[in-house]
């Protein structure tokens, strides 16, 4: 009855003593989207609807006239627009009323050794149906989800009979109504109590670790249980990244964010610093933040060549011990990685690392120096157009020697240099890739839209309506395929 809040909440599973990385709420007008896109769940199962046969018998003074309606089905529902509500003590109330619905079938009769058969419809109005469910967690941390109570009662109802000696069943039309409203008004709650059940089934195998590439896997157990007041619905979530192949947890923890509420949107979604960082902690324990940059990985309009002629400039000493050698460049992180969030802005703290070894005749790699490499990105990131946009720029850079085999060198020249080609190769295709937007991921056929990314002090909120394009269609996808080994360079 509610498919998009139980879609919100399949990924759900409870792990107490830390604070959430993400929070969602959802508003009463997602709620209230959320029964509507359930109307047209709720017709598809009342059209599919078994109803069982009707038979008994009838006294008519001289005997007793045998009927039986079969064949029954569902010909017509009209399912009109459910009140949704969110209730204290983490319910959810759902009332409709005016639902109509139409059958048709046959019936057969026998009087001695006469026998009669033709055809019928009925049509029954005014059903109210009201349910309530109660969310929760298990002893394992699952979020559960239960069938509280349900009613279902017909105003009235419409019965005409087709064909053979169906006069004779006028007498009876009252009875019959009320036993088909009666056979009706039993179906309908089991029909609501049976996916009730199928969601909270659903919920106890759910896995709650997510593969979001070949490195990385994202953890969102609920932390805490879900808590419900008269506007809103709010899941705190681990939202912590893990490496796949070596996961560990990070030296830092999650510090404490309050998620305001964004009026006149349907959902809320705040993430903080922790989860971006737990994402780069990952790619650094595992070793994964490294690269080995050699000279066939320069562009070849380069004026820069990664020898030790081009070196020169910057360091004089290095073509006289090396002359016209080739070099390689292994570029790590030295520490993780660190984002940190500002109001209407973001930075990321770069500890790296630079070492250079020279490629001999012989094919000896000559170590030459380490550099230590600081870098200080910041920029702007917001949604438009259904895309993540935004701009980074180069904040600081600075390049220090750390140890050196061919003696010491000012870095001065050489740190002007990386800086330029730092913004040529790698700030100028990403922020043309931002300009150009990133499409906003869907998460169970859910699609965030007319959506507004604000970044706060320590955590990113999006406020967004929702649109669901299959509700409830089946279990997440992945869209990656990965080598056999994932170790290597993440740079």
């Known amino acids: 009855m ?3 809040l139980l879609l919100l909440l399949t990924c759900t599973n409870q792990v107490l003593g830390q604070n959430p990385a993400i929070k969602v709420i959802l508003a009463n007008k997602g709620l209230q989207y959320g029964s509507h896109v359930g109307t047209d769940w709720l017709h598809e199962k009342i059209l599919s609807m078994n109803v069982p046969d009707v038979t008994g018998g009838v006294k008519v003074g001289v005997g007793t006239v045998r009927y039986v309606l079969d064949r029954m089905s569902v010909s017509q529902c009209d399912v009109p627009e459910p009140s949704v509500n969110f209730s204290e003590g983490n319910q959810v109330k759902t009332v409709i009323n005016g639902l109509s619905i139409a059958l048709r079938g046959n019936w057969h009769t026998k009087f001695s050794f006469m026998s009669d058969r033709g055809s019928f419809e009925l049509a029954v109005f005014n059903l109210d149906l009201t349910s309530l469910v109660e969310l929760g967690s298990d002893d394992k941390g699952h979020l559960s989800i239960l069938s509280k109570t349900c009613s279902a009662g017909i105003g009235k109802a419409e019965i005409n009979f087709h064909g ?7 007498p009876f039309v009252k009875f019959f109504k009320n036993r088909v409203k009666a056979l009706i008004e039993t179906q309908i709650c089991p029909i609501v109590d049976e996916h009730i059940a199928d969601v909270e089934q659903h919920l106890t195998n759910m896995q709650v670790s997510y593969r979001i590439n070949c490195a990385l896997v994202l953890e969102i157990p609920l932390i805490n249980p879900p808590h419900i007041n008269s506007s809103d619905l709010g899941l705190d979530l681990k939202g912590e990244f893990y490496n796949f192949e070596s996961p560990k947890e990070p030296p830092f923890k999650a510090l404490a964010f309050d998620l305001p509420r964004a009026d006149g949107f349907m959902l809320s979604l705040g993430m903080s610093e922790f989860s971006f960082n737990s994402a780069a902690y990952a790619y650094y324990a595992a070793g994964q933040l490294h690269i080995t940059v050699t000279d066939k990985m320069i562009p070849p309009t380069s004026p820069l060549r990664l020898n030790t002629s081009s070196f020169g400039p910057f360091i004089p000493q290095l073509p006289k011990f090396f002359p016209n050698m080739l070099m390689e460049l292994e570029v790590y992180a030295r520490e993780t990685p660190m984002f940190s969030f500002l109001p209407d802005e973001m930075s990321l703290k770069v500890p790296g690392a630079i070492k250079a070894v020279a490629i001999q005749p012989n094919g000896t ?24 946009r935004g701009l980074m720029k180069l904040k600081n850079f600075t390049l220090t020697l750390e140890s ?16 330029m080609a730092m913004t040529i190769a790698v700030l100028t295709p990403l922020n043309a890739k931002l300009k150009e937007g990133i499409p906003l991921p869907s998460i169970h056929d859910i699609l965030l839209v007319n959506s507004v990314l604000k970044i706060q002090q320590g955590f990113v909120s999006i406020a967004s309506d929702l649109e669901v394009s299959s509700p409830l269609r089946g279990h997440f996808e992945e869209g990656f395929v990965c080598p056999y080994k994932t170790s290597g360079a993440y740079l």
Request: aromatic share 12%; net charge positive; proline share 4%.
């Open 2 to 4: 509610q498919p998009l």
């Open 164 to 170: 053979g000696a169906s006069w004779i069943f006028k």
């Open 365 to 388: 790699r000559a170590p030459l120096f380490k550099l230590n490499a600081d870098g200080l990105f910041s920029g702007q990131v917001y949604i438009s157009e259904g895309k993540l």
């Open 404 to 419: 050196s085999e061919i003696g010491t060198f000012q870095t001065a020249a050489l740190e002007n240099g990386m800086k």
